[in-house]
């Protein structure tokens, strides 16, 4: 389509919503994307930069001059030209931040201060805040009049003579009070207050937890500086809860737009840290050479032992992960998610265990091999629920997030004492041909 | 705390907000949530149910009468109400639903009527909606009068007289213009309608893409029949997105407060399947034991072929379920998600079987073996990128939730591909100690 035929790309282009002309660039060929981009030069609004894919964002304005960059970040709100130029290297960023409008420069300046993924770089700092004497007809005047809003606000901040939070006022509170009324006789003073280094995983639990619509952020001396609204928020929500099964994957952020050399690069690492657990399991079986000589069965049966053992520390593990980063897992139910998933883990070994025991019986009848079998899935099990709860567990009492690092300990436990249990239980009790 | 001193745990709970007391609950040993719930009745809001944990809220509301049930539920919002009574078996729910308000009733009959999970559960029946010939100064009027209002709304959609939306209003445009103007000229006329029979999914991502806060439901004919707001579509966005990591692991919906049997079964259920790809895999060993027993070592060595392609499959196969469930993986852009992981399939194959090839070498001084090792890997590594990608695309396309079973179709493929690549080569080339 795009072989020349520019005119009608447009003409398709043109009707469509900001959000859906930046979904089109992802779905296009890295190549296609620039002729795209010159086709439709005065629809590539800063709406549309702003909704873009990190990656495929990062690579057009690459290409844009430091004036253009600056004429769209100008346009945006403060939280979605700070995530445009953040992905910039220091050099070009200031090229454009010098390119700037000094309110906006300074404004931006501000929010890059704050370290990555902090309320600080999230708000905005277009809010409506008006002290506490004004009634609601005062308000309604003063909206009315004012140019220097946002154009789109939920709620409107009381503040007292310090510029400190005392209340906020929903706007259909506002509409539907008299204009006699003080606005201190409408706000609710009990208000979610968001503190400004406060981690952005944590800005969204809140919000999803209280249901709110939009918050305000204060700095460390209590100041209302800014505020987050929902919409900012829906993306982080979306992104940490999806970013779980990625990282417990190890696929880093798995963005399917990532340039394939980091793709590769992030995926690498993490076989090769892998192939250490594959090669500890291996040593295991390799103490055990002279029992598989003995009896080959053994090599046929060991695949089993450690396999249920890794499926049923992956469930475990993924529960434990996700109650942990959804807050519901704390200190307090602690003991019970262990004893919980200890009976789980004691359910599956014996009905599982029993399952494959009398299989084998059925096509080595080997007493003593079926035996051995059902002890070390029994065992595996235990280890492999304990290992699942309590691994990911200790990595976050360390601070160390469990999405990350949990999959190689948890397999490693599972991989090398399943080896460890069967091979050495066969051992043990001597089985031979 | 909860031994007597009921006294003082109604102090220490009373000023908490409803969304915390629910928190509490879920906290607390089930045996003593019933306690707590008569120490502190008078707290027991409507709005704490609400906010709980569905098996956590179960529990509670299965040992209330019908009518105390009914007289949380008509405090509630219709989508509340709802999740509420959905979880009821038919006898109960009829029980409640005669002792409620026949107005109630019939709004929450008539959400009960729609498919779980879809727009027509999840909206509210309680909007502000105006006819188009209204003025700002009118609307203003009209929201002061009446009494009939949700307490909180962030726009007003205005209707023809068929009722069919024709625009909307955000709340801060009312506020910020003249009493005179007419509403058809402050609203916007391109909205997001949600037909009433989407899937709850489908409306979190067009939440999300859109950015919007609420949006209007539509019944077939085309009539605004309710409205969805952004709070009631954040729960579902961080499910959706959370479930993916517990469906892939088999976890089902990996909810710590789910009954232990329950949970059993699940679990069990998924180790069950997969033990028949263990089985296969083994199965395919077992073909080989000659082979085994002419080099011992290729039993040492074959958990890392498996283990390797696993985890690459793994990394693969979440990357495709994740874009597959935001929609960033379309028709379109299928072939340059597949030439992408061969590529990387490819990169990771060479690279960690030539490692593994070298370090065999060095233990073993078998050029051979080393040989077969590094092919083995290579041929698993392109197996499992491919096998990671096609598998959930195809059952995508077959309309099965990738998520729930490409798991097990993909540990099937590098299991048993991987022990055969491994055994079968080490068999042509006539490998022996």
Same mark, same amino acid.
């Given at each position: 389509?795009?072989?020349?035929?520019?005119?009608?790309?447009?003409?398709?282009?043109?009707?469509?919503?900001?959000? +859906?002309?930046?979904?089109?660039?992802?779905?296009?060929?890295?190549?296609? =994307?620039?002729?795209?981009?010159?086709?439709?030069?005065?629809?590539?609004?800063?709406?549309?930069?702003?909704?873009?894919?990190?990656?495929?964002?990062?690579?057009?304005?690459?290409?844009?001059?430091?004036? &253009?960059?600056?004429?769209?970040?100008?346009?945006?709100?403060?939280?979605?030209?700070?995530?445009?130029?953040? +992905?910039? +290297?220091?050099? &070009? @960023?200031?090229?454009?931040?010098?390119?700037?409008?000094?309110?906006?420069?300074?404004?931006?300046?501000?929010?890059?201060?704050?370290?990555?993924?902090?309320?600080?770089?999230?708000?905005?700092?277009?809010?409506?805040?008006?002290?506490?004497?004004?009634?609601?007809?005062?308000?309604?005047?003063?909206?009315?009049?004012?140019?220097?809003?946002?154009?789109?606000?939920?709620?409107?901040?009381?503040?007292?003579? =310090?510029?400190?939070?005392?209340?906020?006022?929903?706007?259909?509170?506002?509409?539907?009070?008299?204009?006699?009324? $003080?606005?201190?006789?409408?706000?609710?003073?009990?208000?979610?207050?968001?503190?400004?280094?406060? &981690? @952005?995983?944590?800005?969204? !639990?809140?919000?999803?937890?209280?249901?709110?619509?939009?918050?305000?952020?204060?700095?460390?001396?209590?100041?209302?500086?800014? @505020?987050?609204?929902?919409?900012?928020?829906?993306?982080?929500?979306?992104?940490?809860?999806?970013?779980?099964?990625?990282?417990?994957?190890?696929?880093?952020?798995?963005?399917?737009?990532?340039?394939?050399?980091?793709?590769?690069?992030?995926?690498?690492?993490?076989?090769?840290?892998?192939?250490?657990?594959?090669?500890?399991?291996?040593?295991?079986?390799?103490?055990?050479?002279?029992?598989?000589?003995?009896?080959?069965?053994?090599?046929?049966?060991?695949?089993?032992?450690?396999?249920?053992?890794?499926?049923?520390?992956? @469930?475990?593990?993924?529960?434990?992960?996700?109650?942990?980063?959804?807050?519901?897992?704390?200190?307090?139910?602690? %003991?019970?998610?262990?004893?919980?998933?200890? %009976?789980? $883990?004691?359910?599956?070994?014996?009905?599982?265990?029993?399952?494959?025991?009398?299989?084998?019986?059925?096509?080595?009848?080997?007493? %003593?091999?079926?035996?051995?079998?059902? !002890?070390?899935?029994?065992?595996?099990?235990?280890?492999?629920?304990?290992?699942?709860?309590?691994?990911?567990?200790?990595?976050?009492?360390?601070?160390?997030?469990?999405?990350?690092?949990?999959?190689?300990?948890?397999?490693?436990?599972?991989?090398?004492?399943?080896?460890?249990?069967? !091979?050495?239980?066969?051992?043990?009790?001597?089985?031979?041909?």
């Amino acid at each position: 389509l795009d072989q020349g035929e520019s005119e009608r790309a447009y003409d398709l282009v043109e009707p469509l919503h900001p959000a +859906d002309i930046a979904d089109l660039f992802e779905l296009l060929d890295p190549s296609d =994307r620039p002729l795209l981009a010159s086709a439709i030069t005065d629809l590539m609004s800063a709406d549309v930069i702003a909704e873009m894919n990190d990656h495929v964002r990062e690579l057009l304005v690459e290409d844009l001059p430091a004036e &253009d960059i600056a004429e769209i970040a100008e346009q945006l709100d403060t939280d979605d030209a700070v995530a445009m130029l953040e +992905d910039l +290297d220091e050099e &070009d @960023q200031q090229a454009v931040l010098a390119e700037m409008e000094p309110e906006d420069r300074a404004a931006i300046e501000s929010a890059l201060s704050f370290p990555e993924e902090s309320a600080g770089r999230l708000m905005s700092r277009d809010f409506v805040a008006v002290p506490e004497h004004m009634t609601v007809g005062d308000l309604t005047d003063y909206l009315r009049k004012s140019r220097e809003l946002p154009t789109e606000f939920w709620e409107v901040f009381i503040v007292d003579a =310090r510029h400190h939070p005392v209340g906020t006022c929903l706007l259909s509170w506002i509409l539907r009070a008299p204009r006699s009324v $003080a606005l201190v006789d409408v706000m609710k003073r009990d208000q979610t207050l968001i503190p400004v280094g406060m &981690d @952005q995983e944590e800005v969204a !639990l809140r919000f999803q937890k209280y249901a709110l619509i939009s918050a305000a952020v204060v700095d460390e001396s209590g100041r209302l500086v800014g @505020q987050i609204t929902v919409d900012d928020v829906v993306h982080i929500i979306q992104e940490e809860a999806g970013e779980d099964a990625l990282l417990l994957s190890g696929a880093g952020d798995g963005d399917i737009n990532e340039p394939l050399p980091q793709t590769i690069r992030t995926r690498m690492w993490w076989l090769f840290i892998n192939l250490g657990t594959a090669i500890l399991a291996s040593s295991v079986v390799a103490l055990f050479e002279g029992t598989i000589t003995r009896l080959v069965t053994l090599a046929v049966l060991m695949p089993i032992v450690t396999g249920m053992g890794g499926n049923a520390a992956t @469930q475990t593990m993924t529960v434990t992960v996700r109650a942990l980063a959804t807050n519901q897992l704390t200190s307090s139910n602690t %003991w019970r998610m262990i004893v919980r998933e200890w %009976w789980i $883990a004691t359910a599956n070994g014996w009905g599982l265990g029993a399952l494959m025991a009398i299989a084998c019986q059925l096509i080595y009848h080997d007493w %003593w091999l079926s035996f051995v079998l059902l !002890l070390a899935m029994i065992l595996n099990s235990l280890n492999a629920g304990l290992s699942g709860v309590l691994i990911p567990m200790g990595l976050n009492r360390l601070k160390i997030d469990p999405a990350v690092t949990s999959t190689v300990f948890v397999t490693t436990m599972t991989d090398t004492l399943g080896f460890f249990f069967f !091979l050495g239980l066969a051992d043990l009790f001597r089985l031979s041909a």
